[in-house]
């Protein structure tokens, strides 16, 4: 199976910035798209940001200007880089991975969470 851990999470007064890392492991043969996804209390969970393989990006239009989604496809991870937060960016991120693994079959996995906070 293929596996993500994510790290990053935290508290944050609105205004600053935070960096999440998203690493996938396991049986892998490619990995077409990683993306960001959030969910906050009484919400449904949303794309926050997704980029593919050959680098095309897609933002949440909330977050346009000020997230950042890149990733090293050399280590199979991507990173999301917030500023300027709001406290409505209070959510629990989680981390998303498609692609192919070692026996040629689809993958679609999820992280476990990091929660972000903003506030002051």
């Known amino acids: 199976q293929v596996q993500l851990v994510e790290s990053g999470g935290g508290l944050v007064q609105p205004g600053g910035s935070l960096r999440l890392s998203c690493a996938a492991s396991?049986?892998?043969?490619?990995?077409?798209?990683m993306g960001w996804y959030r969910q906050a209390p009484g919400k449904q969970r949303e794309l926050v940001a997704r980029i593919t393989s050959n680098g095309r990006t897609n933002y949440a239009d909330s977050v346009k200007g000020r997230f950042a989604i890149s990733r090293d496809n050399a280590k199979n991870t991507v990173y999301l880089q917030m500023n300027s937060l709001k406290p409505e960016d209070t959510a629990v991120y989680i981390c998303n991975a498609a692609g192919l693994d070692g026996l040629g079959s689809d993958f679609n996995s999820w992280g476990q969470g990091t929660q972000v906070t903003v506030s002051s």
């Open positions: 396991g049986s892998i043969f490619s990995i077409v798209a």
